[in-house]
């Protein structure tokens, strides 16, 4: 199986900052790879898909990069309703669908 | 408004049985694949299994393959997950969720989810 490798597993932010979150793949993957969010006791929400590609309705401070084995979400201007946790997810395996262990983002 | 409402979840005992049902509205349920993931409160995300509306491929996670079995029923709109042999490692909120992909067999980004239904398997 392809293992994700999310870090830092958490951070401490202030609103209005900007923050990176970072998730390596342990063989390549293209730009199979997608971000969620998730909030405590909700389903997870697609933030990015193949890597760099925004979900609809979600806000433009969020943005994904990289391809093969790195990959970086980005949140600029940090809102008070990001504060959650987020996970990368590889979809280049067909049958092995695999999520980072998560990051958790909390307020200074 | 596409909704995923999973049900048949609740507390179980080791080497037990049970169903799982998601039933979908809001959207053409034929034309998506479909996925379940579960995750242990307070912990990460697990990939459990999905349904895929190309040739219906079906795949599963090594953890569960053997004892878990998904199904679809498009006429009613619903995904579905026996689980037999429970064992307490199964204990998990599980989700339904969306394939992104529209008529493709699957791109394997999940674009909408339900809201989770709880096993709990005691030893």
């Known amino acids: 199986d392809i293992q994700m490798t999310q870090s830092p597993s958490s951070v401490s932010a202030s609103v209005g900052d900007r923050v990176t979150i970072t998730c390596r793949a342990s063989?390549?993957?293209?730009?199979?790879l997608a971000w969620y969010q998730q909030k405590p006791g909700k389903a997870p929400k697609l933030l990015i898909y193949?890597?760099?590609s925004l979900q609809s309705g979600v806000p433009s401070r969020f943005s994904g990069s990289g391809s093969g084995t790195d990959f970086t979400l980005t949140i600029t201007n940090l809102q008070p309703e990001d504060f959650a946790t987020y996970y990368c997810?590889?979809?280049?395996?067909?049958?092995?669908?695999?999520f980072g262990q998560g990051t958790r983002l909390e307020i200074k | 408004e596409v909704q995923l409402v999973e049900s048949g979840g609740g507390p179980v005992k080791s080497g037990g049985s049970l169903r799982l049902s998601c039933a979908a509205s809001?959207?053409?349920?034929?034309?998506?694949?479909m996925s379940w993931v579960r995750q242990v409160p307070g912990k990460g995300l697990e990939w459990v299994s999905s349904?895929?509306?190309?040739?219906?491929?079906?795949f599963y996670a090594d953890s569960v393959k053997g004892r878990f079995t998904i199904s679809r029923d498009n006429v009613k709109n619903s995904l579905y997950l026996q689980m037999n042999s429970l064992r307490p490692e199964d204990t998990a909120v599980y989700y339904c969720?969306?394939?992104?992909?529209?008529?493709?067999?699957?791109?394997?980004?999940?674009?909408?989810w339900g809201q989770g239904t709880l096993v709990t398997v005691s030893s």
């Open positions: 969720a969306r394939d992104k992909g529209y008529a493709v067999a699957g791109t394997w980004y999940f674009d909408n």
């Open positions: 809001g959207f053409t349920f034929s034309s998506f694949s």
């Open positions: 349904f895929s509306i190309g040739r219906n491929y079906i």
């Open positions: 063989q390549g993957i293209s730009t199979w």
């Open positions: 193949a890597a760099s």
């Open positions: 997810q590889q979809a280049n395996s067909l049958s092995r669908i695999t």
